[in-house]
């Protein structure tokens, strides 16, 4: 089960080290003396290995940043462009508005229903909601033979909202490659595992680096594996609170 919170997942995570400290530091599975013997070999080896994994974690979470930034640039900017679709309407008779206003009423009414589907999370399109969008497209393009000035207007928000469309969808299947993640994991494992070759006179010193350490890699983990699926439950989760939020505007608007 997926904690939402990660602060729990990192506490569960330093009760797990500190058992696991104490096992190594009681068990002396490393020998502090061997470890004294080899320190100026060991701290420069633990030194590069610090450096490439905040090099290699560095481009990686700016690479998924950038990908969370445009998924919800277009997300936003697909909610904006039917909101002024469904505004523009207004200005065309009763009966094409009213088809053009139900449709993007359906639209997102289909596309809120299938954003809990696991398969439309990795990005593959769902039938019901391409047939909705086609709906759309099929009055605007009525509007826009009947209507050719005010029509124009809408066909050009269309336009946009479905680039912002298919923006949302190919970010949304983009995930990290099989290899870099695995290499991401390797290196916070050995990172955290090579901490235990520094050792210090003070024990509870020694504690709190590693500790500190061993949370730092993790919780650099995390943020990437959170931001490698924004559909997953965590901080950065995409949402579709913005479709949900202009479809309740269209329901009220029609009472009154």
Known sequence: MYLQIP????ILFAAGFSIVFY???VSSIIPNNLVVDDFRSVIPLFSS????????SGFVI??????WDTLIDAVR????MLRHIYVMAQNFPAGPRKKLRNSIEEYLEVLIASSDISSHHRGVRSKNVDKAMYEIDKNVFYVLDKYTQTGMGIFMLFNRAMEFRETRIQNGSNRLPIMLKLLIILMTITLIGASFFIFFNNVWFEYVFRLILALLAYTIYLIIDDLDDPFCPGNW???????????????????H
């Open 23 to 25: 096992t190594v530091r």
């Open 62 to 67: 700016q690479a998924q940043w950038h990908k």
């Open 77 to 80: 900017g697909e909610v904006n």
């Open 7 to 10: 602060l729990s997942k990192i």
């Open 237 to 255: 989760q995409l949402k579709f609170k913005g479709y949900k939020e202009l479809l309740q505007e269209m329901q009220e608007e029609k009472k």
């Open 49 to 56: 290995i610090t450096v490439i994994f905040s090099i290699i």
